[in-house]
Structure formats: C-alpha cells, structure tokens
Nanobody
Framework: QVQLAESGGGSVQTGGSLRLSCVRSVYAYSRVCVAWFRQTPGKEREGVAAIVSRGGDTYYTDSVKGRFAASEDNAKNTVYLQMNSLKPEDTGMYYC???????????????????WGQGIQVTVSS
C-alpha cells in the first residue's frame, strides 16, 4: 500500500504561483510514476502533469505546458508541481496519484493510477 499526501495549496490571484508537494510512502519498486490531477465541481477529473521518478519522463496537458513544472526529490520521497502564471481556470481540487509506471498514453487516465492522495484545493481569483 502506498500513501500519498498533498500540501501547498491555497488561494492566489491571477498570475501568481504555487508549489504543490506530494509526499509518498516508500514504494516497493525502483521507479514510480506520480501524476497530478485536478477536478472542479461538475467536471471530470483531468490529468495535469506526471513525472516518472529517477530521471524519467515528464508529461503535461496542453493547457499547462510552459507554466507548470513537475520535479522530484527522491531523498524526501516527494514530487512537486510548480505552478506559475496561474489562471482562474486552474482552480480546482488537485490530487496526486501513483502507479509503478506510466507512458504518454496512460499517465492521464484516472483509472490507471492505483494510489491517490486526499486532494488539496487551489483557488485562483481574477
């Protein structure tokens, strides 16, 4: 069982920045894919970004490319999502999710990830 815990959410104005953290319990496999999803009321949960640990690939949905960056600190078992130039449409509940591996076609699938955090709210006001 892998446990995930998000932190770093909050409220910012348009153009501001936030950094989300996702701390995970130790994973049995040498590599792990951690993805970030977001959800707003009435909408489906969507994949925002993902990173494969230990220097693996990163993936982003088109709407955040150039603004968001996923990174990792393996010593701390932590994945970060740096969010810059935030827009009101970035508002939502953000979740981190994990699976042993992911590819360009699987990272953004909600049904692919086995483990999920509780979520953290991000609010961007205009």
């Amino acid at each position: 069982q892998v446990q995930l815990a998000e932190s770093g959410g909050g409220s910012v104005q348009t153009g501001g920045s936030l950094r989300l953290s996702c701390v995970r319990s130790v994973y049995a496999y040498s590599r792990v894919c951690v993805a970030w999803f977001r959800q707003t009321p009435g909408k489906e949960r969507e994949g925002v970004a993902a990173i494969v640990s230990r220097g693996g690939d990163t993936y982003y949905t088109d709407s955040v490319k150039g603004r968001f960056a996923a990174s990792e600190d393996n010593a701390k078992n932590t994945v970060y999502l740096q969010m810059n130039s935030l827009k009101p449409e970035d508002t939502g509940m953000y979740y981190c999710a994990a699976h042993a591996w992911c590819t360009s076609t699987t990272w953004s699938r909600v049904d692919y990830h086995r483990y999920w955090g509780q979520g953290i709210q991000v609010t961007v006001s205009s």
